[in-house]
């Protein structure tokens, strides 16, 4: 029996179940392979001639040096294709945006509180963490998302933690941001009370704490849903990515946040073996044997093995022959 025929549904099976997938997510520990098979899933799309965008908000340039071909900056039609647009996100931008866009907020906010004070500090204490920079690029993808001029989008390196925190939290601040818009709107009502002109005051704070909520309530809409969202694991046969995959799955499941499946990537295959293959080939057929075993214990979800390729995959021609794999019956 071959390995393949210990999966029970697989991609291509998860798929017929799941015909209307719109937003696809790989996942996994770095070097795994999520940027070659979000290549592959996404050409797959678009060979079925579904309009598709290959997006990736990773700062490193990897769709550009997969695909051998600029696609930095803007969506851009993937040379030789009619319905493969990639896109790697300018993040520098994003975040000068998110900045700009801070820096406004907070100083209408001073003035408008007549607080003493520079704005810059808060700009600064608001922006000079991590967490921002992954924020700003959650914004982007869920701004290509809601802008939906495409019918099949693939994110390479899903903003897993990202995603989970924002998702998780999108409750905290829904209730936060609507104390905030309470409070907002006692102080509004206070203060048309106290001036004689009853004309109602815009208040760009209010607007965008709502905006804020709305965009997040509409993306955890959509994120949730199974019907149009998958996140996929990848792993390998080896300790460290099988751990970071069960670890990845557990936060999923707790946040109600749809799994695709995992993917096993560059399992050598011992029938692409000749007689009489070097001991270090054969240890390490052994080693991913047995962690083969371990993912089958832990997983009940493998939806495809893809194996170990003799060179790396570059260019559409191995995207397709990765497809084959990915997408095999
Ligand atoms: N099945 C495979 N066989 C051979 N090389 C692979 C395979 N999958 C990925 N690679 C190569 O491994 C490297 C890492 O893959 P990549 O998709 O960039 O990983 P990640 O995005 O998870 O960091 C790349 O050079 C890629 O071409
Ligand atoms: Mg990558």
Redesign the pocket.
């Given at each position: 029996m071959s390995v393949h025929d210990r999966i029970e549904k697989s991609t291509r099976d998860f798929l017929t179940e799941h015909p209307g997938l719109k937003y696809s997510f790989f996942g996994?520990?770095?070097?795994?392979?999520?940027?070659?098979?979000a290549g592959a899933a996404a050409l797959w799309y678009a060979r079925q001639g579904k309009r598709t965008l290959l997006a990736s908000t990773n700062p490193v340039h990897?769709l550009t040096g997969?695909l051998g071909q600029d696609v930095f900056g803007k969506p851009t039609l993937v040379e030789g294709e009619s319905n493969f647009w990639a896109y790697e996100i300018d993040t520098k931008d994003t975040i000068e945006e998110s900045k700009r866009e801070i820096r406004e907020k907070i100083e209408w906010f001073l003035k408008y509180a007549d607080i003493k004070a520079r704005a810059e500090e808060f700009v600064e204490s608001a922006t000079m963490n991590p967490a921002f920079e992954e924020s700003a690029m959650f914004e982007n993808m869920i701004d290509l998302m809601f802008e939906d001029e495409y019918e099949v989008y693939v994110f390479?390196?899903a903003p897993t933690a990202n995603a989970r925190r924002l998702l998780g939290m999108s409750d905290v601040y829904s209730m936060w941001v609507n104390k905030m818009v309470q409070s907002r709107e006692e102080a509004q009502s206070l203060k048309e009370l106290l001036s004689y002109s009853k004309k109602k005051e815009k208040d760009p704070l209010m607007d965008y704490l709502l905006t804020f909520r709305d965009r997040m309530q509409h993306a955890k809409e959509l994120l949730t849903d199974e019907s149009l969202t998958a996140f996929f694991f990848?792993t390998l046969p080896e300790a460290l990515p099988i751990a970071v995959v069960q670890r990845f799955l557990t936060w999923f499941e707790e946040f109600g946040i749809p799994v695709g499946g995992v993917v096993v990537?560059?399992r050598i295959d011992p029938a692409d073996l000749g007689e009489n293959p070097p001991e270090f080939v054969r240890n390490r057929i052994e080693m991913q044997r047995e962690y083969m075993e371990e993912i089958w214990k832990r997983f009940d979800n493998v939806r495809a093995i893809?194996?170990?390729?003799q060179?790396?995959?570059?260019g559409t021609p191995m995207l397709e022959q990765?497809a084959r794999h990915l997408f095999s019956a």
């Open positions: 996994g520990k770095g070097g795994v392979g999520k940027t070659v098979l990897s997969m390479d390196t990848v990537n560059m893809v194996p170990l390729f060179n790396q995959v570059q990765t």
